[in-house]
């Protein structure tokens, strides 16, 4: 799973319960815009991402953690590109449970996408890793209202399927044997033939 798009300096806020409407407007609020930039042309269709938030929430989804870019340009602070993360309202502090990333933009740093999976967080800066189950694309240009409205059924569709992934896969026990082969692969590939920091013992 990699986004298409990058966050270097970011404004951000993270909560073990579902952020507020007053949290998301201190932090991000380019989630809380419903127009366009100024400087996009007459093709650019502003994808408001309140609008699907407020969907989101009604599905049992919750944001506990919503990030936005720095801008030199204060015109662009309404505007910028924005991230949110959410889970279902009941699994905000679990370690790998289903999520939706949101990402979006309305000044044409991003296009708006919607990745559902299983992730964890890597690092307080917003560093995650896990596996996407497909995502959602739409660039900002023609009829984009429909393609959002799809998309957003389709992730919520997975969700089922990721559990049930997800549950098999942590039923799945190794025989001794299988676990000392796969330890031992995982050592060689991790540090080469040469160096072996631990051994089999």
Do not use: W
């Amino acid at each position: 799973m990699k986004l298409a798009s990058r966050f270097g300096a970011v404004n951000l806020v993270r909560r073990d319960r579902p952020l507020t409407h007053d949290e998301l407007a201190r932090y991000v609020p380019s989630v809380f815009s419903e127009e366009k930039h100024e400087s996009r042309s007459d093709r650019y269709t502003c994808i408001p991402t309140i609008i699907l938030l407020d969907n989101l929430r009604r599905e049992g989804f919750q944001p506990f953690f919503a990030c936005q870019t720095r801008v030199r340009d204060q015109s662009k602070r309404e505007h910028t590109k924005h991230m949110l993360r959410l889970r279902r309202e009941g699994q905000i502090t679990g370690q790998q449970v289903p999520e939706i990333i949101l990402l979006n933009s309305h000044d044409g740093s991003s296009s708006y996408q919607m990745l559902p999976g299983l992730f964890r967080s890597v690092c307080q800066n917003g560093l995650i890793c896990g596996d996407s189950f497909g995502e959602v694309r739409v660039p900002h240009k023609g009829d984009v209202v429909g393609k959002v409205i799809e998309g957003a059924y389709e992730v919520l569709g997975v969700f089922d399927r990721v559990e049930e992934k997800r549950d098999a896969m942590q039923s799945l026990l190794l025989p001794p044997p299988a676990r000392q082969a796969l330890a031992k692969a995982a050592i060689t590939y991790r540090f080469g033939e040469e160096h072996m920091p631990v051994t089999e013992a």
